[in-house]
């Protein structure tokens, strides 16, 4: 097997792994499997819906391949003939407003020059922010970062804060959390090492979510608290129509249009100029979509 | 006054037309009006929830100028120092599935460089489609074209097809209509009679609006009409935050996002995969969402 047959193998094996984690923590919903196959590649996509705890989730697999268009240049950041590339991606819409939307993405592209590299993503997007849970987020991926490379978090952490960011409201999409890309092998990190990397992060992805189900699937919640959700996910639609690359990416090269759009929401609102009650867990939310918080250290402070 | 500003004037004016003849076939909505000013320019967004017939309905003024960026370059395709722009455009979103969404935007240009043009657009979504309406549409919009030069209507009907398309879906956005840009003063059409063209569309949009609202704002629909309603509204998200080129013009030219994103529905679903029930009216739908269809003579044949 080639380097990205073995990286595209395991991660296959992950994607049903995250599956298996996430179904035993919502107890009711299954996830579906639909393959699928194009000129530029396949995939699996996998969606759960209406679970007790999952409204919506989606994990993808995908291995494609194709020609370095000069448009694809811009997005790779490199010039080469042929690129080939496999990831997995995954986002979570839950159906309680105090469980948080989640999405990861882990990546590897390889070049026809022999360059190649690793890229992802993972970050936490409450529709109301609980500022113990995500510093535990972030406490739990600075654990993973920290036992590859310590300057892995501190980087990542600032890279999502500027990803994950929608300029147009001036607001982060959540608490952020990690985000890399042309992660190479190199001096500080070989390629086994990156490798076990995205591996760990996919495979906390679940835990990470079950935990967070665990806490709040089941919490009651009023009409203004789902309301509330349904302008975030609002949000959440404009983030990734306008801003995510991994949309963009997947629409220009000619990807599967349903794979890539399962990320939206099952339902999502927009009301002209909504201003939430002051005091509220809306405002207080709003208020904590900013970037460069120090989720972890700030509340020992 | 200058050029620009008599436009703008009359652009302000045909803004309050709209609003009272949309009022007026509602029979229960208000416009609420809202000011804004930032550093581009001002405008003022008027926006009518829940009524009657017309769950979300915005009709925009605005009136900006700024400097031609590099980046702007790309949208206005022309060189200069600066620019000046005024503009109306609306969306309406009905209650009921068998009453079609509709935009329209009509907009003026001016560079510092003497180079002036119209541009504009107008065209219907029906989330399920009455071959007839669309041909009544059509019709209208090519009598207003051809009163002003025989060229306009095929050429802009043409135009709409290629713009009001989802390539990433392979489908039109609804039944089209016409779309515009460029359109200079010259030897085939003057200044006034170009601006007359523009106010001509703007005036007939909410009467032809209001055709349709009385047709069918009332009629009973069924559960499975509603939901086939929000994932044409989700379609219609997705164009215009991918695609369209006043909201991403709007965006990033530091536009007041509020009343850039009055644009989007009051509610939209998405659901991985949906197909609908074979021979029903949206699989019908669906086989007229193409381009080059002549609405206005197909049905005589």
Redesign the interface.
């Known amino acids: 097997m080639t380097t990205i047959e073995t990286v595209a193998k395991r991660f296959a094996e992950i994607q049903r792994e995250i599956c298996a984690v996430l179904e035993m923590a919502d107890e009711k919903g299954k996830f579906g499997e ?1 393959h699928w196959s194009k000129e530029i590649g396949n995939g699996i ?1 996998r ?1 759960l ?1 209406n679970g007790s705890i999952i409204e ?1 989730g ?1 994990v993808n697999f995908s291995f494609v391949k194709g020609n370095v268009t000069p448009r694809m240049e811009q997005f790779l950041g490199e010039k080469a003939g042929k690129y080939a590339a496999a990831g997995i991606s995954s986002i979570l819409h839950p159906q309680n407003p105090w469980v948080p939307i989640i999405h990861i993405n882990v990546r590897f592209f390889e070049l026809d020059n022999g360059i190649c590299w690793f890229g992802g993503g993972i970050d936490l997007t409450p529709h109301i922010i609980d500022f113990k849970d995500a510093a535990d987020f972030h406490r739990t991926l600075k654990e993973i970062c920290d036992s590859f490379n310590a300057r892995f978090y501190p980087e990542f952490k600032k890279w999502a804060d500027d990803y994950y960011f929608l ?3 001036n607001e982060t999409r959540g608490v952020g959390g990690i985000f890399f890309d042309w992660l190479k092998p190199g001096a500080e990190n070989n390629f086994q090492e990156l490798f076990n990397f995205t591996v760990s992060l996919a495979t906390a992805y679940p835990e990470i979510y079950s935990v967070l189900m665990k806490k709040n699937g089941f919490k009651p919640f009023s009409e203004r608290g789902k309301k509330w959700q ?1 302008f975030r996910r ?1 949000r959440y ?2 983030f990734n ?2 801003y995510d690359r991994g949309t963009k990416f997947g ?1 220009e090269s000619g990807g599967n ?2 794979s ?3 990320s ?10 909504y201003t939430p009650p002051p005091g509220g867990f809306e405002e207080k939310t709003l208020q904590m979509l900013k970037k460069e918080i120090d989720w972890i250290n700030e509340l020992k402070s």
Chains 1, 2 share one sequence.
């Open positions: 639909k996509t969606v819906s919506k989606a300029p147009h409201r349904q609002g639609v404009e129509l306008i629409l249009t349903e890539i759009l399962v939206l929401p099952p339902e999502a609102n927009w009301e002209f100029d």
